[in-house]
Antibody, heavy 120, light 107 residues
Framework: EVQLVESGGGLVKPGESLRLSCATSRFTFSTYSMNWVRQAPGKGLEWVSSISSSSRHIFYADSVKGRFTISRDNAKNSLYLQMTSLRAEDTAVYYC?????????????WGQGTLVTVSS | DIVMTQSPATLSVSPGERVTLSCRASQSVSSNLAWYQQKPGQTPRLLIYVASTRATGIPARFSGSGSGTEFTLNINSLQSEDFAVYYCQQYQNWPLTFGGGTKVEIK
């Protein structure tokens, strides 16, 4: 079974930065597109960013464009999200999500999530 | 952006009943539509993709249909473990967008 384990969440002040990591195992990471999806407390799901298997194609939600950077290291089977200029509205559980083998943009494998809280 | 609208927001049903959840897209997404289930305190789980294909391990009581702008998720004979929030998601265009969710609760 695929394992995705996020880390790096925590409490930060507005304007600060945070780097999330996602360690993966039990699947061929380098062949899958990867994504970050977030969920604010008590709210629905919001797509944040996607990266193709080779890192050639990267996309961001408008709400994070210019502030967040997605990256991956296929040699380390790891996905990252560098978050800068954090705002209160970025407070959410951030999920690392693997794309479906046949449909990249279908969210098949989910990590347990890491909570990011932005508050002064 | 493609706006995904789910209805109703909440559905109160009894175990054993058949449930129909709706998802509407603000423009055509062809069949590029997925459904997810999220139980309280758990991570979302993929149920359906390409509008009607069940994901691995998903029971046959779950079925999806529709194309273009109108989609439905049907759950036959609702089980206790099916009480959850259900989200639809389009992957036709960037940005990828989710519906606001339908909560299926015990009546």
């Amino acid at each position: 079974e695929v394992q995705l384990v996020e880390s790096g969440g925590g409490l930060v002040k507005p304007g600060e930065s945070l780097r999330l990591s996602c360690a993966t195992s039990r699947f061929t990471f380098s062949t899958y597109s990867m994504n970050w999806v977030r969920q604010a407390p008590g709210k629905g799901l919001e797509w944040v960013s996607s990266i193709s298997s080779s890192s050639r194609h990267i996309f961001y939600a408008d709400s994070v464009k210019g502030r967040f950077t997605i990256s991956r290291d296929n040699a380390k089977n790891s996905l990252y999200l560098q978050m800068t200029s954090l705002r209160a509205e970025d407070t959410a559980v951030y999920y690392c999500v693997g794309g479906h083998s046949g449909y990249d943009l279908v969210f098949e494998s989910w990590g347990q999530g890491t909570l990011v809280t932005v508050s002064s | 952006d493609i706006v995904m609208t789910q209805s109703p927001a909440t559905l109160s049903v009894s175990p054993g009943e058949r449930v129909t959840l709706s998802c509407r897209a603000s423009q055509s997404v062809s069949s590029n539509l997925a459904w997810y289930q999220q139980k309280p305190g758990q991570t979302p789980r993929l149920l359906i993709y390409v509008a009607s294909t069940r994901a691995t391990g998903i029971p046959a009581r779950f079925s999806g249909s529709g194309s273009g702008t109108e989609f439905t998720l049907n759950i036959n004979s609702l089980q206790s473990e099916d009480f959850a929030v259900y989200y639809c998601q389009q992957y036709q265009n960037w940005p990828l967008t989710f519906g606001g969710g339908t909560k299926v609760e015990i009546k």
